[in-house]
Structures are given as C-alpha cells and as structure tokens.
C-alpha cells in the first residue's frame, strides 16, 4: 500500500475528519427519510425507509457499507425489506462515474492508460464497499475485469474505525460480558490488508496454485502489468450469482454447495487461510447445471498461524468425542483466558451450533428444519445470558473472521436449502491433516506467491 508522504490518498487527518463528517451528513439525511416516511408512507414504510439506508451507505462505501452486506447474507436477520435493499449492495452497488474512473486510471496507469487496452467500458459492471469493476479487453483478447479503489479509503477506513471503537466502548459500558476490543484490531487489520490490490493480486495466485488442473473451481489471473497498489486487473469469468439458482433442482443446489464448502473448508484444513467474506457477491456459478464455481474476490483472506488451525479441528474432535479436557484445551489454543468449566459449557453452546452440521453423520440441511429466521438466535440468546451471569469473556482476534466467515457460508447453504453430510465432506476435507503439515504447506504457499 502507498505510504508516500506526497501521495494524495495516504491517511491523514483532513481525510479523516471529512469522512466523519460525510458518515454523519449521510445517516442524518437517512433519518430524516425514516421520520417523513413514519408519518407519510404508511403501509409502504419500511420498504421507503430501507431504500434510504441503502442509498445512504451506497453513497458512503467503506467499511459501514460492508457491515450491511454482511447483515444481507443470512437470511431473515434483517426485516425483508432492509434484506432485500441490502442484498443488492452485495453486487448492485451505486458506482461512481466516468470522471473518477478517468481520474483513478489515469493516476495509476498514466494519461495514455486508455491505450493500455483495446478497450474499456465506461459503465460498472459491478460496485461493492471498497471499488467497482469495469470490464475491459486485453490487446491480447482476453476478457479483463478491472477493480478500480474508490478514493481516500485508507482515511475512510480510519475514520469509520475510530467510530466503531467509540461504539464498542459505549457497548462495553452496557453490556459487560463480552469484551469485543480484540475483535476491533482485527477488524481494522483485515481492512487495511483489503486497500493493497498488491496482496490481493497474490493472494489470487495462492488460490490459483492451490485450484491449480481443476475445472469445476476455478479463479482469475491477475494481469500484473495492468495493475498497481488500488488497480488491479484481472481476467473476467462469466458466470451468474448464487441466488439465479434458488429455484433449481435440488441436485444443482446441493453440487453448488459442495463446491462452495470445498472451496471455503479445503484451503483451511491445507493451508490455513480462508476467504473471510463470503457473500453473495463474491462468486459465481456457470456451467450446465452450475458445473463450476467462480472465485471472484480476494480483498479479505485471512492467514492463521497453524495453531489455531489445529485447534480448530482439535475442537472438532473433542466435541464428537464429548471430550471434555480436549474441549477446555482447544479453546486455550485459541487465546481464550479464564477457562473454567461454566465458561467452556457456555462456549459449547455456541460451538455445537457452529459445528453442528459437521457433528452429524447423517444427510440434513444446515438449519435441520430450523425456520432460518430462528437459527443461531436461541443459542446466541443462551450464551449471551449465561456471559452475563458468570462473567466477561474477551473474543481472540482470529475467532472473528473464523465465526463470520461459517456463518457467512452457512448462510449461502440456507438460501439453497441445500442437504449433504456435511460430516462426511468436512472429514474428507482433514485427510492428511496434522499441524506441523499445515505449517509446511502454508509456509511454501506463501514464499510462492511473494508473501511472507
């Protein structure tokens, strides 16, 4: 990423105080919306009231647009209103026009970018929280998509950080039985991590070389010479997006899944990353009856240290096993403090629902029949009562991108209703698995793509 004390875009404090003042600008005129439509819309409220919202962070980027897209990926969370309005953030975003893009390629590719390509599209073909994509050709033929980055995102980033903290504190003075300062380093870590197109261009290569000879998961090349530190270039996959399939056949549904849990579980019982966002937005399916599975996003990859992966399958095992010694353990290896045995039976609560599919040998969906409205609320409810009644626990910082990441997938699984034994890809998924091997196989992924 530029830290170039000449680079307009840096951080700095002006950037960061007009994006605090921008946010405030934005969600105020959201609310004056939402107090004219109580009074004026009647029966069609919500739906005026979402659109607002939606326009406001559409209009903001950044990292509050990111946390609507992710309340969009589990179903029935959100009114269906604010669902609907929210999950076309995930790949209708409201892009910037001609003039930035002219701007934004000219500063990284120089006044004669133009002739960089044979051609270049003038409208999105898509717009997210931190960029959009443009379609191009290479003079080469090939199809490109090119992720332009919005301007000033690393003050938008900062600034959008230092509010977040201030709402954390203010949680952690209502509500003391979770401490979620961790979870804000994390956050902010990954954020920054996603502005550099330079790591997301390698990160792209490691899960190329790791898909590397399959047809059925498949990734862009990025195209290096057509690229910097907020452009990067890359070879466009067609494909349509995972909701186009919720009124297909069920075996459809359930080999879209397959795909999608190998594509999530693989990488991290081999190489220990995972793609930390997977929303609606960041695949694509295509093929006769969705024959393969397009990666599209490589912004939010989070590397664990081999530890943690261990101990994520440790946990696994403990919990199958109802090992009560390997549970407390595995938890420990995670960064989890103050374990005793009231903590580990809450922390329980909530790993058996994330584990839950994985725990059971037999075909089911992810909820098991459970309204997808209901899932995960009446065990997040008993965690938090118990948290509140035995004492604060502090969240480690890998555990937030873990957690959100499963959720995030688990969520895509409900929109297709999808069954399997999830038991029995997850175990085919651990073959050969042991941390030291993980270490290896990380360490050599990496230095192959220049990170380290």
């Known amino acids: 990423m530029a830290d170039d004390r000449n680079d307009p875009e840096r951080d700095r404090l002006s950037g960061r105080l007009s994006r605090f003042a921008k946010v405030g600008a934005g969600l105020s005129g959201a609310a004056v919306s939402y107090g004219a439509n109580r009074v004026f819309a009647g029966d069609d409220a919500n739906a005026r009231n979402a659109k607002a919202l939606k326009a406001a962070l559409g209009g903001l980027k950044g990292p509050?647009?990111?946390?609507?897209?992710?309340?969009?990926?589990?179903?029935?969370?959100?009114?269906?209103?604010?669902?609907?309005?929210?999950?076309?953030?995930?790949?209708?975003?409201?892009?910037?026009?001609?003039?930035?893009?002219?701007?934004?390629?000219?500063?990284?590719?120089?006044?004669?970018?133009?002739?960089?390509?044979?051609?270049?599209?003038?409208?999105?073909?898509?717009?997210?929280?931190?960029?959009?994509?443009?379609?191009?050709?290479?003079?080469?033929?090939?199809?490109?998509?090119?992720?332009?980055?919005?301007p000033d995102m690393q003050s938008a980033v900062e600034s959008d950080l230092g509010q977040l903290r201030a709402l954390i504190g203010l949680f952690k003075r209502m509500d003391g039985s979770i401490d979620p300062s961790e979870m804000i380093?994390?956050?902010?870590?990954?954020?920054?991590?996603?502005?550099?197109?330079?790591?997301?261009?390698?990160?792209?290569?490691?899960?190329?070389?790791?898909?590397?000879?399959?047809?059925?998961?498949?990734?862009?090349?990025?195209?290096?010479?057509?690229?910097?530190?907020?452009?990067?270039?890359?070879?466009?996959?067609?494909?349509?997006?995972?909701?186009?399939?919720?009124?297909?056949?069920?075996?459809?549904?359930?080999?879209?899944?397959?795909?999608?849990?190998?594509?999530w579980w693989s990488p991290m019982t081999h190489l220990g990353v995972i793609h930390g966002d997977p929303h609606l937005g960041n695949y694509s399916f295509a093929g006769e009856g969705a024959a393969h599975l397009n990666l599209l996003d490589f912004g939010c990859i989070r590397v664990f240290p081999p530890k943690f992966v261990?101990?994520?399958?440790?946990?696994?095992?403990?919990?199958?096993?109802?090992?009560?010694?390997?549970?407390?353990?595995?938890?420990?290896?995670?960064?989890?403090?103050?374990?005793?045995?009231?903590?580990?039976?809450?922390?329980?609560?909530?790993?058996?629902?994330?584990?839950?599919?994985?725990?059971?040998?037999r075909v089911r969906t992810v909820a098991d029949d459970v309204p997808p409205g209901e899932y995960g609320r009446r065990e997040a409810f008993k965690v938090r009562q118990a948290l509140k009644a035995k004492g604060p626990v502090t969240i480690p910082r890998e555990f937030v991108f873990m957690d959100r990441a499963a959720i995030g997938l688990g969520a895509a699984f409900l929109h297709l209703g999808a069954s399997h034994n999830w038991k029995q890809l997850f175990e085919a998924s651990l073959e050969g698995f042991s941390e030291e091997a993980v270490a290896e196989r990380q360490a050599r992924a990496l230095k192959e793509v220049g990170i380290q």
Do not use: C
């Not at 930035?100 to 970018?113: I, K, N, S, T, Y």
């Not at 960064?335 to 994985?358: E, H, Q, S």
């Open 64 to 150: 509050l647009m990111k946390a609507a897209q992710m309340f969009a990926t589990v179903p029935d969370l959100l009114p269906p209103e604010f669902a609907k309005e929210f999950a076309e953030l995930q790949t209708n975003a409201p892009a910037m026009g001609w003039p930035f893009v002219r701007r934004r390629m000219a500063a990284e590719l120089g006044a004669d970018w133009q002739s960089k390509f044979a051609s270049f599209e003038h409208e999105a073909a898509a717009a997210a929280s931190l960029g959009q994509v443009h379609r191009a050709v290479a003079h080469d033929g090939r199809a490109l998509a090119v992720k332009l980055q919005y």
């Open 185 to 263: 380093v994390e956050i902010g870590d990954r954020l920054r991590e996603e502005l550099d197109y330079g790591r997301e261009a390698r990160m792209m290569s490691l899960y190329g070389n790791f898909f590397a000879g399959r047809d059925d998961i498949r990734t862009p090349t990025p195209v290096p010479e057509l690229s910097t530190g907020r452009l990067l270039s890359m070879t466009w996959l067609d494909g349509q997006g995972l909701l186009a399939f919720k009124s297909a056949p069920q075996e459809v549904r359930d080999r879209i899944a397959a795909l999608l849990f190998e594509a």
């Open 310 to 361: 261990a101990g994520v399958v440790r946990l696994y095992r403990a919990l199958s096993n109802d090992d009560r010694a390997e549970q407390l353990e595995s938890y420990r290896s995670w960064g989890f403090t103050g374990l005793n045995d009231d903590l580990v039976d809450t922390l329980n609560v909530w790993a058996r629902f994330i584990y839950g599919p994985l725990l059971d040998d």
